[in-house]
């Protein structure tokens, strides 16, 4: 696994780590639903829900991606993982609605309520769903932390990028995910918060 103190301090510094990891993810991230391994299941991570409950355009095709790939056979359940205690509408309830709507068994669907950081949910995973191999949909500029913070709580996994739109905040979601980025290299390899 990536991640230890050189690989910090030799990437030059905080961007230097948010590249490498960036390099390090980019032959585990798929465009194309059908290029995804067989597989038992994909984490579909939580997102900002709106006002009214439905989900904000990045959740939307976050759940969009992980229905298709629910079509096309290259996955048999979905765990939603997202924070539920949000107020007024909790993420997982948002999305499990969503899905419902969309003509989705309930049968394949199981709710993470407690996946309120993308650690949290990687560990959750693991630990309270014996997940060990998995597709991840999210958006792009998010896979690449994902990812590492996936293989390091033991998971398999490969990214399935959800950028079927643009995005109003990207640039913003970028500055804020470089942040992220560092906290989870802290979170792993200072902390050693992935857990055995």
């Not at 993810?25 to 829900?49: E, K, N, S, Y």
Request: hydrophobic fraction near 50%; aromatic fraction near 4%.
């Amino acid at each position: 696994m990536i991640g230890s103190g050189a690989a910090l301090a030799a990437g030059g510094g905080s961007w230097g780590w948010s590249r490498h990891l960036e390099r390090w993810a980019a032959p585990r991230i798929l465009d194309d639903v059908q290029a995804v391994p067989r597989q038992h299941w994909a984490i579909v991570l939580g997102a900002t829900v709106r006002d009214d409950g439905t989900p904000s355009t990045v959740l939307g095709d976050r759940l969009e991606v992980a229905r298709r790939l629910l079509a096309a056979g290259r996955v048999e359940q979905l765990l939603l993982s997202g924070n539920d205690h949000t107020l007024p509408h909790g993420e997982v309830a948002v999305m499990t609605r969503a899905l419902l709507g969309e003509g989705i068994d309930a049968s394949v669907l199981v709710g993470d309520p407690d996946g309120v950081r993308t650690l949290a949910t990687m560990r959750n995973a693991r630990d309270h769903f014996g997940i060990a191999v998995a597709a991840i949909c999210t958006q792009r500029f998010h896979l690449p932390r994902a990812l590492w913070l996936a293989q390091a709580v033991g998971i398999d996994a490969v990214g399935v990028a959800a950028d079927l739109q643009p995005y109003a905040h990207a640039t913003r979601d970028g500055l804020r995910e470089h942040a992220a980025r560092v906290r989870a290299w802290i979170d792993v390899a200072v902390l050693g918060r992935a857990g055995a």
